[in-house]
């Protein structure tokens, strides 16, 4: 199988604090990393494109300074909400994209993140 | 800006019956379509996907029909299960663009017994 394992799974935090999201691949090396965010009935949008030992990608519109990505191995990539803020809550899902086709993108089952 | 979109926010069918999901798409350089089933508080996992170069691929059940003039495709679940309940996602990818994927919003299939 191929397994994408997310922690936590939910977080509630103050306004002002940072929160580390951490993505794993158990079961295989990913080749990419990428990081969603889906608000309430909205579809999942990408954030940034993660590859081991290179900087993110990131979309338009996502402030690098403020979504930190670190890749530091194929298996794991973490994302920092720094000095997250209410705005920020939100439901956060990586996947790691495994060599071969082009559906070889697996997910994790998301953090569920609530700034007060 | 939605590249994908998905109209129907949700679906009702009988147990049986026919599910029939669409997704349009603005983006031409697409050349890959995906299909992701995604229960609640977990992430989506892979269904079904179609090459550009086709216009159906069959897996069991499932169904994908792309018409790429239309740039609109569906997925067709026969007979629909009260299993298939789930909110389903179509996405899209560019070849060279690292595989990244584009969600439509996603419709909400309720397979009633």
């Known amino acids: 199988g191929a397994v994408v394992s997310q922690h936590p799974s939910r977080v509630i935090c103050k306004s002002g604090t940072s929160v580390k999201i951490e993505c794993r691949s158990l079961d295989f090396q990913a080749t990419t990393m990428f990081w969603y965010r889906q608000f309430p009935k909205q579809s999942l949008m990408l954030m940034a494109t993660s590859n081991e030992g290179s900087k993110a990608t990131y979309e338009q519109g996502v402030e690098k300074d403020k979504f930190l990505i670190n890749h530091a191995s194929l298996t794991l990539s973490t994302l920092t909400v720094t000095s997250a803020h209410p705005e920020d809550s939100s439901f956060y899902i990586c996947s790691a994209r495994k060599a071969g086709g082009r559906e070889t993108q697996y997910f994790g089952p998301g953090t569920r993140l609530l700034v007060l | 800006d939605q590249q994908v979109k998905q109209n129907s926010p949700s679906l009702s069918v009988q147990e049986g019956r026919i599910s029939i999901l669409n997704c349009d798409y603005t983006?031409?350089?697409?050349?890959?379509f995906l299909w992701y089933k995604k229960y609640p508080a977990e992430g989506p996992t892979f269904l079904i996907s179609?090459?550009?170069?086709?216009d159906k691929n069959e897996d069991g059940r499932f169904t994908v029909f792309l018409n790429k003039s239309a740039k609109h495709l569906s997925l067709h679940i026969v007979p629909s299960q009260p299993g298939d309940s789930a909110v389903y996602f179509c996405?899209?990818?560019?070849?060279?663009?690292?595989?990244?994927?584009?969600f439509g919003k996603g419709t909400s299939l309720l397979v009633t017994p």
């Open positions: 996405a899209a990818s560019v070849g060279n663009s690292g595989y990244a994927l584009n």
């Open positions: 179609i090459s550009s170069i086709k």
């Open positions: 983006n031409s350089m697409f050349d890959y």
